[in-house]
Structure formats: C-alpha cells, structure tokens
C-alpha cells in the first residue's frame, strides 16, 4: 500500500534494528485519513468473505479495525487488555505472552458480541511475533466463530510471526512488509534492487 509506505518513510524512526516507532500516525497520534485508507484496503481484500465482525485488540488495532468494519459494514469488537469491572459475564479469555515487554497478559472478549455463526477478520497495527495474533484466533475460536484471516498494518517480516500463522494456512494480508531495519534504514520487502 503506496500511501502506507510513504507514510512510514517520511515518519517513521528507526529505534533499534527491531523496533520502528510510528507515533506521530498510528500509536499515539492516529492520521484519520490514512485509517479510512487502510479501512477501504481491508474491505477491499476482505470483500468476498462473508465477514461478520472485525476483531482486535487496544489499543492500537482500534483505529484501523474500526475502519475496516465501517467499510465492510460490519461491527468491530476489541479484546481487552485489562478486565473491565463492568464485564464478568461469559468471558472468554487467552494468554499472550509479550517478547518485547516479557510480560504475560490475559486479553479477553465478551462471548456476548462474538460467538458461533460469525466469520472474523483480526486487525492489529503491528505483527512482529506474532502471540497478539495468535491470542486473538484463538479467542475467535473458543467463541466459536471462524477466521477468515489477519489483517496487519505493519509486518515485520524478519520475525517469524507472519511465516507461522501462513505456515499454519490462515490467511495472512499485510499493507507494509518490513524486511530489515538494520543500519538505521527502513528496507521493505518489495525494494530488493534498492
Ligand atoms: P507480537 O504480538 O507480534 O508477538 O508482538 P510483541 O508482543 O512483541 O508486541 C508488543 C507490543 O509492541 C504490541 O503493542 C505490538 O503492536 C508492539 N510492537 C511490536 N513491534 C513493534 C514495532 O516495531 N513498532 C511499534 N511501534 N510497535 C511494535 P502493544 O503493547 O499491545 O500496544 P498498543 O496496541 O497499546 O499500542
Ligand atoms: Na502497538
Ligand atoms: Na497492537
């Protein structure tokens, strides 16, 4: 996705050879009509799927998972990261264990607004190992719904969570693949010749 890119390479800093901070458009500040792009890319992906609810997780999947429902007319639901005190009932919960902060955290989603009969999109901004990803099938499918595929903003294609979810056959669609990000340079996957 062009517009993507020249996003990431205009704003994008290079923390370290693994970490890419994009605050100023999608972690901290939110660039409104970059999400209605990306939102009209997913559903333009994800049209011919049936999908009855967008999944993802806060609190940075909000954005471009709720424009990916809006565009695909569906609801979006979001896991939580913290229990809330208001939510108790038919809570389906899973472990995500967190390389970058290693930290366990328990996401959780009501059985109320996803459950059998429902065919998932998952939107998250980033995938680097992927354990949100997987956190989130995996709540998809105790609740009994199908995925239809994960829907990344960002892959890092040097860490092995986009080759995983392929490699088990889920449907992996990423807007920007990130090959390397050694020596301070972003370098995406289709720049080879660069
Ligand atoms: P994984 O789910 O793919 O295994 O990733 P990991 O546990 O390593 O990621 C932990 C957090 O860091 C996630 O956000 C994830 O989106 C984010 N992240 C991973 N790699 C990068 C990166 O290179 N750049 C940026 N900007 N973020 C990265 P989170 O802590 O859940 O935060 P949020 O959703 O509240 O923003
Ligand atoms: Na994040
Ligand atoms: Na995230």
Known sequence: ????KKKI??????LSDSVLKVDSFLNHGVDPQLMDAI???????????S???VLTIE???????????????VPMIFARKR??????????TSKVYSFTKKEENTI????KYIHEGDRVLIIDDFLANGQAAWGLIDLAEKAGAEVAGVGIVIEKSFQDGGGNLRQKGYRVDSL????????GRIKFKEDKAA
Do not use: N
């Open 108 to 111: 959780s989603v009501s059985g």
């Open 1 to 4: 996705m062009d517009l993507l």
């Open 83 to 92: 229990q809330s005190l208001t939510q108790s009932e038919g809570l389906i």
């Open 176 to 183: 920007a693949e990130i090959e390397s990000l050694e020596a």
């Open 9 to 14: 390479r205009e704003e994008g800093v290079v």
């Open 59 to 73: 609190s940075s999947g909000i954005a471009p998972g709720l424009m990916a429902a809006l565009k695909l007319g």
């Open 39 to 49: 939102g009209e890319e997913f559903a333009g992906r994800y049209g011919d799927e």
């Open 51 to 53: 999908i009855t609810k």
